[in-house]
C-alpha cells in the first residue's frame, strides 16, 4: 500500500505559535498559566497542558475574579471589550495577572479590517460559523455589529440595501469555493460603489483545502485527522469526500480501523491545523513501515535569509504571488518586491503553475509566511553580470528607455546605463531621438555602485569605431585598386558622397563624379541612393571611390571627332571677361574666345551670348596633350565688304 503524507498537514503557523506560547509559559512562569477557553480544539493538546499545570477559564469572570498568574489570549481571538476589560484587570493587578495575546496574526489582521471599515460606517458581512469562537471574537471588532452568513443559500436571503455600503471578510478557515460562491451572490444584490470584498481566508488554510482535494483526487482512500470541535478539520474532511468515497475522519490513531484500508492500494493522510505533528505521526505509522520523520524530512526543507529558493506558483493576487516552496509556509512575493512598476496586476504578468526564483527576505514576516522578492535576487544577479561584463569588455545589450539631453538611457534588467551622447556614435549626431526604445550594444566603460552617485555608464561609440575597422580590414583583404563595387549613398556634402561599400564608407568626391561638370552633388544623390562606382586609390584606410569610368571618356578618340577645321554644336556653359567656355559635350569643354564671337566689335561675351544657348562654331585649334579646344564662330560669318580709307585713297 502506498501512503502519501499531505505537506500542509497539521500545526498552521497561528496554532503553532499559540500552543509554543503556552507550553513557554507553563515551563518557565512563576504564577499559574491560564487559557481563555481551549487553547486549540484537539482534546489531546488541552489535555497535555493540564498534565503540565495549564488550566482552562471557560468565561470571563473567571479572568476578572483571579489575583495572579497568566492568562493566553488562544490563536482564535476575542472580542474588543472582552479584550479592553482583560487589559483593565492586568493594569488593576499591577500586572500580578498578566495578559499574553496569542491571536493568530491572520485573525488580528481581521480585526483591523473589521474595525477600521465599521467605523466608516459600512456593514460588515462575515462568511464563516456564527458559534466559532472565532467568528464571535470578529464579531465583537465591529462597531455596528455584524451580519454571519455561512451558506450561499443564507447568502441569497439576505436582504442588502444598495445604498447601503458593506465590507464582506471570511472565517481564516473557511471554505476558499464556498466564500468565491457567496461572494457571487451578495454582489448580485448590491451595486453600492463603496462595496468591498476582502479575502481573508489563511493562506496555508486555501492551500491545505487545495492539497486535501488533489491529494483525495489521487488516492484510493482519505484520513482526515483533528478535534471533533475543529472547523477547519471538519471542511477538510467534507471537501475530500466530495471526490473521494472512502474518506474517514479521525482523532488519533486508536480511532483506526485498520481492516477498512487492506483493499486499498493507495492512502492519503492530512490533518486539521490543530492537529499535532506526534498524532498525524503515529496515524501515519500505523498505515506505513516508513517512519513519519523520514516522509517529512522529504518534502520539507529549512531555509534561512538570503537563501535563494526556487517554487512553483500556486496563487496570484493583483498585489500578491504565493509559492509553495516545500517548507513548512508558503513563500509571499508582493507587488513591490516583483516589479518596480507600481500599478500592474501581477495577474497579467504571472502564470499559477509556473516556477519562479526568487531570495528570502524574511523566513517569517509576521504572519507565518516567508516573504520573499524577485527583484532582490534579479538586482545581485544583474549586478554580477554588469561586474563581470565591466571586468572582461562584455558586449551588452539593452533598450533605450528615453532620450536626454545629455545622451541616452538604457535599461538591462531594470538597472539604468547613461551612455553619453558623444559616445553613443563614431560621427556627430544631433538629433539622437531616433533611438527611442531601440535596443542596442554597448560596453560599460564606468561601473561604480558602491559610491553615492552610482555611476553606470556606457559606450557604445568604441564598439562602432572596432566593428568598421573590422569591416575595413575585411574590405581591404579582399578589394583592390580599379575594382568596380556596388554601393549605397549614406552622406552627401557640398564636397562630395560618402559611399557605404559593405560596412566601410567611402568618398565619392563632387570631381569624380562624373565626366562632366557637378554643381552641387545634392542635386544628383541622397541618402540610401544605390550607386555603381569604381576603387580609384586606397590610402591606409581612406578609400576614394569615381564613377569617371574609362569606357565612357568622352575625350577618348577625340582627335577625330574634335580635328581642326570640324564644325560643332555646342552650348555656353559659364563666361569670363575673356570668353565663354561652350560644352561639346558632358566632360568636354571648348573655349570660344571674345574675339572669335563675331567679325564685330564685342566688348565681353556676355553682350552677344548667354549662358544655355546654343552655338554653332568651328574648331580652330586642338591640343590632345592638354584637352584643350579653341572654337570660333566668327570663322563661319560671311566677312563684312572693306571699306576704302582715306589712306588707301592717298596711295
Not at 117 to 138: L, N, T
Not at 234 to 244: A, I, N, P
Not at 589 to 601: E, N, Y
Amino acid at each position: 500500500m502506498e501512503v502519501r503524507v499531505a505537506k500542509t498537514a497539521g500545526f498552521c503557523f497561528g496554532v503553532e505559535r499559540a500552543v509554543d506560547t503556552v507550553t513557554r509559559l507553563s515551563e518557565t512562569a512563576e504564577t499559574p498559566v491560564y487559557t481563555y477557553g481551549p487553547i486549540i480544539h484537539n482534546e489531546d493538546v488541552v489535555q497535555k497542558l493540564e498534565r503540565q499545570g495549564v488550566h482552562v477559564l471557560q468565561t470571563l469572570e473567571q479572568v476578572l475574579a483571579l489575583s495572579e498568574g497568566t492568562v493566553v489570549i488562544r490563536s482564535h481571538g476575542v472580542a474588543k471589550d472582552v479584550y479592553d476589560r482583560m487589559l483593565r484587570r492586568q493594569q488593576e493587578t499591577d500586572g500580578a495577572v498578566a495578559i499574553v495575546d496569542a491571536t493568530c496574526p491572520f485573525v488580528k489582521k481581521i480585526h483591523r479590517i473589521v474595525s477600521r471599515e465599521s467605523a466608516a460606517g459600512k456593514r460588515i458581512v462575515i462568511c464563516g460559523d456564527a458559534e466559532h469562537p472565532e467568528v464571535r471574537g470578529i464579531v465583537g471588532w465591529c462597531q455596528n455589529g455584524a451580519q454571519v452568513l455561512d451558506s450561499c443559500k443564507e447568502a441569497e436571503n439576505f436582504a442588502l440595501n444598495n445604498r447601503e455600503p458593506f465590507c464582506v471578510v471570511a472565517q481564516t478557515t473557511y471554505n476558499y469555493k464556498k466564500f468565491n460562491d457567496m461572494v457571487e451572490i451578495l454582489s448580485n444584490l448590491s451595486y453600492h460603489r463603496d462595496g468591498s470584498v476582502v479575502n481573508t481566508i489563511c493562506n496555508a488554510t486555501e492551500e491545505r483545502q487545495a492539497e486535501a482535494q488533489e491529494l483525495a483526487r489521487s488516492c484510493d482512500a482519505m484520513i482526515i485527522i483533528g478535534g471533533i470541535n475543529s472547523s477547519n478539520t471538519r471542511k477538510l474532511f467534507e471537501l475530500s469526500k466530495q471526490v473521494c468515497e472512502n474518506t474517514f475522519y479521525v482523532q488519533a490513531a486508536d480511532n483506526l480501523e485498520l481492516d477498512v484500508f487492506h483493499s486499498f492500494r493507495s492512502v492519503g493522510i492530512t490533518a486539521g491545523a490543530s492537529t499535532p505533528r506526534n498524532i498525524i505521526e503515529e496515524v501515519h505509522k500505523s498505515m506505513s513501515d516508513m517512519s513519519f520523520e523520514q516522509l517529512l524530512e522529504e518534502s520539507l526543507k529549512t531555509i534561512h535569509n538570503g537563501e535563494v529558493v526556487s517554487g512553483t506558483v500556486i496563487r496570484v493576487k493583483e498585489d500578491e504571488i504565493v509559492l509553495n516552496i516545500g517548507y513548512k509556509a508558503d513563500g509571499v512575493i508582493t507587488r513591490s518586491e516583483y516589479t518596480s512598476k507600481s500599478n500592474v496586476d501581477l495577474r497579467e504578468l504571472v502564470q499559477e503553475g509556473s516556477t519562479l526564483e526568487a531570495k528570502v527576505i524574511k523566513v517569517n514576516d509576521g504572519e507565518g509566511q516567508v516573504l520573499l522578492s524577485c527583484r532582490k535576487l534579479m538586482g545581485e544577479r544583474v549586478s554580477q553580470m554588469l561586474t563581470e561584463a565591466y571586468e572582461n569588455k562584455t558586449v551588452l545589450k539593452g533598450t533605450v528607455a528615453s532620450v536626454e539631453a545629455q545622451g541616452l538611457i538604457v535599461v538591462l534588467d531594470e538597472t539604468r546605463i547613461f551612455i553619453p551622447a558623444s559616445m553613443v556614435s563614431d560621427t556627430y549626431e544631433k538629433d539622437l531621438s531616433k533611438y527611442k526604445d531601440q535596443e542596442i550594444e554597448f560596453l560599460l566603460v564606468e561601473y561604480d555602485v558602491k559610491s553615492r552617485k552610482k555611476r553606470i555608464i556606457g559606450d557604445r561609440k568604441q564598439l562602432l569605431v572596432a566593428q568598421k575597422k573590422a569591416k575595413m580590414e575585411e574590405l581591404l583583404s579582399r578589394v583592390q585598386i580599379g575594382d568596380v563595387i556596388d554601393g549605397v549613398v549614406k552622406n552627401v556634402a557640398d564636397f562630395g558622397v560618402f559611399v557605404d561599400i559593405g560596412g566601410v564608407d567611402g568618398l565619392l568626391h563632387i570631381s569624380e563624379m562624373s565626366w562632366g561638370r557637378i554643381e552641387n552633388p545634392k542635386k544628383l544623390f541622397k541618402p540610401g541612393d544605390a550607386v555603381t562606382v569604381f576603387i580609384k586609390d586606397i590610402k591606409g584606410e581612406k578609400i576614394a571611390l569615381s564613377m569617371k569610368f574609362a569606357d565612357q571618356n568622352p575625350w577618348a578618340n577625340a582627335e577625330e571627332r574634335y580635328a581642326i577645321g570640324t564644325v560643332v554644336t555646342g552650348t555656353v556653359a559659364r563666361m569670363t571677361s575673356f570668353g565663354a567656355f561652350v560644352e561639346l559635350a558632358p566632360g568636354v569643354d571648348a573655349l570660344l574666345h571674345v574675339s572669335q564671337i563675331s567679325h564685330k566689335r564685342v566688348e565681353k561675351p556676355s553682350d552677344a551670348l548667354s549662358i544655355g544657348q546654343e552655338i554653332e562654331a568651328v574648331i580652330v585649334d586642338f591640343k590632345p596633350e592638354d584637352r584643350k579646344i579653341s572654337l570660333s564662330m566668327k570663322a563661319l560669318e560671311k566677312a563684312p565688304a572693306r571699306e576704302e580709307s582715306a589712306e588707301d585713297e592717298e596711295a
